[in-house]
């Protein structure tokens, strides 16, 4: 099986793993979960962390044909719609579960019946099992959904790229109580990865360094099975259902769940200017 060149790239400020996925026989790319820098207080963003993506694409020459979503995320503004202005070749791309986020969150937002709930935001949207080419990689989409439902992991060569379904073993895996969310639905698609080659490569979208360790983003899905604090060791569904749901209990909601979702629903495009030019993000009071 071909392995692709994966280089990482941390954002501190959410905890994000951004990746730049290289076919080593040709200088063809993909970006996979790329982030906007946005400060709450000031609703200021800033392209510095796209930049740091676009730099490396343009120090090793290559030819990035896919920007891949891995899910609507709840924690940051996607850069997809920037960087896809930057590389005209490349095509933005998430499961087509995006739909069914979208129509969840329209009336949320009351974004009123002019904003398409059909995804065409995206330049494509991957069913299961879809496949796609990076130079000489093959790339399959593996729907994932339980933490969001538009969820799709990425098996691309060797390497799997699982959104937030599993995190690295020690910090388990992401919470289900965002609209759209289910366990039980996440249990089942994780035990979708764990059919897979036990080396397989699997790179995480988070880490948060639990217990004070660095930071790290690769792991196995031998590892995984073998150590994941809420799906290892062979853990039954009713007992991940149980632990999960008390811990999202426990959870406070992301401080950029509100500016993030509104904005990736969009592709990471944000809310068109008003008549005075400017943009807005929504604040719902009180809905979710
Ligand atoms: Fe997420």
Redesign the pocket.
């Known amino acids: 099986m071909s392995s692709p060149q994966v280089t990482p790239f941390h954002h501190a400020g959410s905890g994000t793993w951004s990746y730049i996925v290289r076919d080593p026989a040709s200088n063809a790319a993909a970006i996979v979960d790329p982030v906007l820098d946005f400060d709450m207080a000031s609703a200021h963003t800033s392209t510095a962390s796209a930049l740091g993506l676009l730099d490396h694409v343009q120090a090793h020459g290559l030819d990035v044909q896919w920007i891949l979503e891995t899910?609507a995320?709840?924690?940051h503004l996607s850069a997809g719609d920037w960087l896809r202005g930057q590389l005209p070749r490349a095509r933005l791309a998430i499961g087509d579960g995006i739909r069914t986020v979208q129509k969840t969150f329209r009336p949320i937002f009351n974004l009123g019946a002019h904003f398409p709930v059909d995804g065409s935001q995206f330049d494509r949207l991957f069913a299961a099992d879809d496949r796609f080419a990076i130079g000489a990689l093959e790339g399959r989409t593996i729907p994932v959904p339980g933490?969001?439902s538009d969820s799709s992991a990425y098996l691309i060569g060797d390497a799997l790229f699982t959104?937030?379904s599993l995190f690295m073993p020690d910090g388990g895996t992401?919470r289900c109580d965002f609209p759209g969310g289910d366990a039980a639905t996440l249990y089942r698609s994780i035990q979708r990865l764990f059919e897979l080659p036990d080396a397989t490569r699997v790179f995480v979208?988070?880490d948060y360094g639990p217990g004070g360790r660095a930071v790290a983003c690769e792991t196995t899905i031998g590892a995984q099975k073998r150590d994941n604090i809420h799906v290892g060791h062979g853990i039954d569904a009713a007992t991940f259902v149980a632990l999960r749901e008390a811990r999202d209990a426990t959870l406070p909601m992301p401080a950029l769940l509100l500016p993030s979702v509104q904005t990736n629903i969009r592709a990471g495009a944000l809310p068109d200017p008003e008549s005075n030019g400017v943009r807005y993000l929504k604040l719902p009071i009180g809905t979710l």
């Open positions: 899910h995320h709840a924690d933490h969001t959104g937030d992401a979208c988070h």
